[in-house]
C-alpha cells in the first residue's frame, strides 16, 4: 500500500492517534501522517472530520474513518495482511469491545483529571476510583489473555493498543501527583503486562517517551497559568 494512498492526520502527543500509528504498524502499513493544530485545525480535517472536527483521522483513499477505537478496527478489517488485531471469537471481540469502552468512557478521563487537579481532597477521591479501575483491568486481563503475555495473547491486539496508548500520560499524571498509580501490589499482572507491551520495539517507535510528554505537561501548565 503507497503512502499516498493513506493519510492519518494527528498530533504526536495524543494516545488516541498513537493508537492508530501503533495498528498500522503492526500491519506494516505505509502511511503518510500528518501532524495538526488543534488550536488552528486545518481545512484537511475539518473537511475529513465535519462532525466532531477532531483528530485523529483516517484516510484511506477518498475514504476517511474517525474516532480511535473505530480506526484501529478498521484497520484491523481492511488490511489482511499481518497480524490480526481483533480476537476472531466472536465473544472475545465483544469483550474487548467492551473494555474498550469502559477505558474510554470511565478510566482514562480520570487520568487527566486528576493530573489537572488542584485539590488535593478531590484528588485523592479520583486516585482512589482510578485504583479501583485499575484492579477491574487487572480481572479483565487475566481473563482476557488466558495466560499468554497480552490481552490478544500471544501478540499484541486491540486492547493491548487501547489500554496501552493511555501508559504515557499516565507516567506523566504519576510523577505530577507523585503516586504511584499503577500499583504492583494491586495490580502485579497489569505492570507486568505494561512493561512487555513497552519493551516491544514496535511500540517503542511509535509511543512518546514519557519525559517528552512531561516537557509538553509543564509548557500547556506554563501557558494556562500566562493566560489568566
Not at 488550536?39 to 462532525?51: A, F, G, T
Not at 474487548?96 to 469502559?102: G, P
Not at 482514562?108 to 484528588?123: A, H, N
Amino acid at each position: 500500500m503507497a503512502a499516498s494512498d493513506v493519510k492519518l492526520l494527528g498530533m504526536w502527543c495524543c494516545p488516541y492517534v498513537n493508537r492508530a500509528q501503533l495498528a498500522m504498524c503492526i500491519k506494516s502499513i505505509d502511511y503518510e501522517f500528518i501532524e495538526e493544530n488543534t488550536l488552528q485545525k486545518s481545512e484537511m480535517l475539518l473537511k475529513y472530520n465535519p462532525v466532531h472536527k477532531k483528530i485523529p483521522v483516517l484516510i484511506h483513499g477518498d475514504k476517511s474513518v474517525c474516532e480511535s477505537c473505530i480506526i484501529v478496527e478498521y484497520i484491523g478489517d481492511a488490511f489482511a495482511a499481518g497480524p490480526s488485531i481483533l480476537p476472531s471469537d466472536a465473544y472475545d471481540r465483544a469483550l474487548a469491545r467492551f473494555w474498550a469502552a469502559y477505558i474510554d468512557d470511565k478510566w482514562y478521563p480520570l487520568v487527566k483529571v486528576i493530573r489537572q487537579s488542584d485539590d488535593k481532597e478531590g484528588r485523592a477521591a479520583l486516585i482512589e476510583k482510578l485504583s479501583e479501575g485499575l484492579i477491574l483491568l487487572e480481572e479483565a486481563f487475566i481473563s482476557c489473555s488466558k495466560g499468554k503475555a497480552y490481552f490478544g495473547g500471544d501478540s499484541i491486539g486491540y486492547l493491548d493498543i487501547i489500554l496501552g496508548s493511555c501508559l504515557g500520560w499516565l507516567r506523566v499524571t504519576e510523577k505530577v501527583v507523585e503516586v504511584e498509580l499503577l500499583d504492583r501490589t494491586k495490580a502485579p499482572e497489569l505492570v507486568r503486562w505494561a512493561e512487555r507491551l513497552c519493551s516491544d520495539d514496535k511500540v517503542k517507535a511509535i509511543f512518546p517517551d514519557t519525559q517528552r510528554l512531561m516537557e509538553l505537561h509543564e509548557k500547556i501548565v506554563a501557558y494556562l497559568k500566562s493566560a489568566k
